[in-house]
């Protein structure tokens, strides 16, 4: 790491592109929830990355209220960490412009969310899109946020974040001016994979909808998508190493470890031997345990647009008491006139 010395500082956003999922959840929301006792932490709903694709302007206004609802059913304490919608802190828009020109084209050619989100016809996709990851270290950076947890689909765009901070410190001769923020990515659920592919990893835009479990899926829709969920015929391995090879075996049990708090080993010694017919039920109703107090809460918050909005807007004057003094030092670094 640098020689940084500010305060340790968290920062994540979700794109309000659709509804929350187990994926984030597992890789996501949960550490947040065990990060805002540790560090000053902003949790941001990113619907100025969620405008990278179109979203109907309606839907974008209910998906943002639901995101800033989940954080909040899962644990996260308003009156500790900031939460906020991107949109509303514009220091995050005017960084953004200025790592655009501190980052280097060959650094966000190399960005794999973009080819996979453009998929083949990029000509048609958005400048949005493209600069997407630069946004993203504007997001992180103009609070100095030194920590950054997130699941592993993220890694990339997090070692970008560091080049352009880095960058930035150097050509500016602003020694550690920005810290290198470091990704908190390890521990079970980084990486939740669709029920229905386990090459691929759950996403809230599968076209099949039996591929992801949604926050506010109820108990039999959860328990009708795991017992849909690709599995194969064999019967579970007694130890770890027997999951090798078997992706769709190993994202369940690793779903069930992530969510018993255990690991793929112990949930192993308990199911080892048995088929999908035993292990499912089983790993249903712990999903449905664990995920049940949320989306309860989840609706009942969702039935009150007004003490959310009164949230946001509560956690973006917080943050942007952090994020605006930053701007105004990085315009003056710059060489842009007060
Ligand atoms: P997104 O829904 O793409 O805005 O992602 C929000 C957060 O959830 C990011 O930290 C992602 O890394 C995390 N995340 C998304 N999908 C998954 C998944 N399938 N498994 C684990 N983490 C995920
Ligand atoms: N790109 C992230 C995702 O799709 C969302 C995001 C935007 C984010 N800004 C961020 C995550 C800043 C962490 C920090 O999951």
């Not at 179109?54 to 009156?79: C, E, M």
């Not at 655009?100 to 016809?121: H, P, S």
């Not at 992801?212 to 391995?237: H, N, T, Y």
Request: aromatic residues 8%; contains cysteine; glycine residues 8%.
């Amino acid at each position: 790491m640098s020689g940084y010395q500010g305060p340790l500082r968290i920062l994540s956003g979700i794109q309000p592109s659709g509804g929350m999922h187990l994926g984030n959840y597992l890789g996501a929301i949960r550490k947040f929830v065990e990060l805002q006792h540790q560090y000053e932490c902003y949790y941001c709903v990113v619907d100025m990355h969620a405008i990278t694709v179109w979203q109907d302007p309606a839907k974008l206004r209910a998906q943002t209220f639901h995101i800033a609802a989940s954080y909040l059913a899962a644990g996260v304490d308003p009156n500790i960490a900031a939460i906020f919608h991107q949109s509303a802190v514009g220091a995050h828009a005017e960084l953004a412009w200025i790592f655009n020109c501190v980052a280097r084209l060959g650094w966000i050619d190399r960005m794999t969310q973009f080819k996979d989100k453009a998929g083949k016809d990029k000509e048609r996709a958005s400048v949005g899109l493209y600069t997407y990851p630069v946004l993203q270290a504007a997001d992180i950076l103009v609070y100095k946020a030194t920590h950054v947890p997130v699941g592993e689909d993220q890694k990339q765009h997090l070692e970008l974040s560091r080049d352009i901070a880095g960058k930035f410190n150097h050509d500016f001769d602003a020694e550690d001016f920005f810290p290198l923020p470091e990704p908190l990515i390890k521990g079970p659920g980084a990486r939740i994979m669709s029920l229905r592919d386990g090459a691929k990893k759950m996403s809230k835009s599968d076209p099949s909808e039996n591929a992801c479990i949604f926050l506010s899926d109820d108990s039999d829709v959860i328990a009708r998508k795991i017992k849909k969920a690709k599995s194969d015929p064999e019967p579970l391995p007694s130890e770890a190493a027997g999951l090798e090879g078997r992706p769709e075996a190993a994202n369940l049990v690793g779903i069930y470890a992530a969510l018993s708090g255990s690991s793929d080993a112990e949930v192993l010694k308990e199911y080892g031997g048995q088929g999908f017919g035993v292990f499912k039920p089983a790993l249903a109703e712990l999903v449905v345990e664990k995920l049940s107090p949320i989306s309860a809460e989840l609706r009942r918050l969702e039935a009150d647009p007004g003490f959310l909005q009164k949230t946001l807007g509560e956690g973006a004057a917080r943050a942007a008491a952090v994020a605006d003094p930053v701007v105004k030092e990085v315009k003056e670094i710059v060489g842009f006139l007060p």
